[in-house]
Nanobody
Framework: QVQLAESGGGLVQSGGSLRLSCTAS????????MGWFRQAPGKERQLVAQ????????FYDDDVKGRFTISRHDAEKTTYLQMDRLKADDTDVYYC???????????WGQGTQVTVSS
């Protein structure tokens, strides 16, 4: 079962940038699609970006397209989310996860808080 550790969150002003990192263990990382999710209190977790095991296939939610960039470093078993031109609406707890078939691991990490001040 995958173990995930997110980091890099913090407080930033609107228009600023942050780079999130997610390190995975317990899996052959290079074989897995990876995704970044975010969740606000009382709301469901939402997929915002996904990267294929090939490193090229990428998906972005419309709310973040053009502002966020997902990448991966297989040797370091790490997935990154570069977040630029941040908005107050991007304030959430951000999580990463590994895709198993058509679903995602049920073993979530602790997440990392991103707070954007307007």
């Amino acid at each position: 079962q995958v173990q995930l550790a997110e980091s890099g969150g913090g407080l930033v002003q609107s228009g600023g940038s942050l780079r999130l990192s997610c390190t995975a263990s317990g899996i052959i990382f290079r074989n897995f699609n990876m995704g970044w999710f975010r969740q606000a209190p009382g709301k469901e977790r939402q997929l915002v970006a996904q990267i294929g095991a090939n490193g090229y296939t990428k998906f972005y939610d419309d709310d973040v397209k053009g502002r966020f960039t997902i990448s991966r470093h297989d040797a370091e078993k790490t997935t990154y989310l570069q977040m630029d031109r941040l908005k107050a609406d991007d304030t959430d707890v951000y999580y990463c996860n590994a895709q198993y078939g058509s679903g995602w691991s049920t073993n979530w990490g602790q997440g990392t808080q991103v707070t954007v001040s307007s």
